[in-house]
């Protein structure tokens, strides 16, 4: 089974990738034997977070597969309310985890504005999911030793990362890689090797990256059936608090 951590809904403006509908994540999800995603809306990301937070709930209120992944912002003014009332409306609407786009949306996650969004997510358990290049590795290590029982995912790794990862996730015990577009050569196998099972989530990027890119990367593998099975769904259920969910 695959849980998929990274997945967005939504019509892509500069990719040729779809419509971004629901009926095309499912049928994709069930091409490569996906169970469930973890989905964000293109909205949220290139439009209004507080818009595409609203819209994308209503795309999936009736689709147990796609799990909502909110986008957040600082409350510096205003635009998706206080941390509190944010964060306390997410965990009402079943929302599974909080996004942050820091660079497209122009402000500094490690900063003060942010911090007490990050807070509101670490008291309520709620995953941070991020993209590498939305900000650098000593922003994403600040984060991460600024809030320790926050989970951060970080996906979208690209080529020739592992050594700026490398220390980070020595220094943290909070910071997890997705597969989206983790492309050194047996970098899974080094990781895993390295930093332990735990520390690596599933993660296709989907729609504006091939699904078949981290399934491969993850079932050719040369981990054992239990690293496989661990990194596939098990890391992310127990990020999300749900390991008692049925698959």
């Known amino acids: ?19 971004g509908t629901v009926a095309e994540a499912l049928a994709r999800m069930d091409r490569f034997g996906i169970a469930e995603a973890v989905v964000s809306h293109t909205l949220s ?5 507080a818009t595409g937070n609203r819209r994308l709930l209503d795309l999936v209120q009736d689709e147990p597969r796609l799990r909502p992944c909110w986008v957040l912002l600082p409350d510096t003014c205003g635009e998706t309310g206080t941390p509190d009332a944010f964060v306390s409306a997410a965990v009402g ?25 990050l807070h509101a997510l670490e008291e309520a358990a709620l995953p941070l999911l991020l993209d590498a290049a939305q900000l650098g590795w ?24 592992l050594r700026q990862a490398a220390g980070v996730l020595a220094r943290t015990a909070n910071v997890h890689l997705g597969l989206a577009n983790l492309s050194s050569h047996r970098g899974l196998e080094w990781l895993v090797e390295r930093y332990g099972t735990h520390r690596v989530v599933f993660g296709t990027g989907a729609p504006a990256r091939d699904s078949a890119e ?17 990194i596939g769904w098990g890391n992310l259920r127990g990020l999300l608090h749900d390991e008692a969910r049925v698959a």
Request: glycine residues 8%; without cysteine.
């Open 45 to 49: 990301w290139l439009h209004d977070p």
């Open 1 to 19: 089974m695959l849980i998929d951590a990274d997945a967005m809904l939504g019509r892509h403006p500069r990719r040729d990738v779809g419509e």
């Open 93 to 117: 609407a079943g929302v599974a985890a909080v996004r942050a786009y820091p660079a497209d949306h122009g402000y500094d996650l490690a900063g003060r504005d942010a911090a007490p969004m």
């Open 214 to 230: 981290a399934v491969t990367r993850l079932l050719w593998s040369e981990l054992d059936d239990d690293a496989v099975a661990a």
């Open 138 to 161: 000593p922003a994403i290590e600040a984060v991460a030793r600024a809030h320790p029982r926050l989970p951060v995912v970080v996906g979208g790794l690209g080529y020739r990362v």
